[in-house]
């Protein structure tokens, strides 16, 4: 059984973290602005902000944070370990663009969205409010 495992930590719930401050005021706040994630593309995380704002038809924008601030930001709610470890996983390959392969395609038979796509099937989770639980 094949078991395909990204090269980089990419989770799509990345970007639904950032959907209460995209609903808020459209900016987003987070550390490595120039962290490259991979789909089918290459794209900063400043890149992806771009794209969110584009797709819901608002401005938004990036506000890179620093470790320290990102940490202050998570206390009491993330394990400090945890922060400390993607801190360091999102540093460690500043700069350099994200190796992008046809893996996906070649597994699947068919290409994998784009992150425009991605945004596009999930923006009503992006642009409105939760339901109350």
Known sequence: MTSPRPSRWTPHCTFLWWAPAVRADGVVRWPYGDYVLTGPESLSQVA?????GDVLGRRTRFEELSPEELRIETQGTWPP?????LLDAWAAPMGRPAFVTSTVSEILGSAPRTFRRWVADHATALAEDPPPD
């Open 81 to 85: 370990p945890l922060v400390d470890m």
């Open 48 to 52: 992806h902000v771009g794209i969110i």
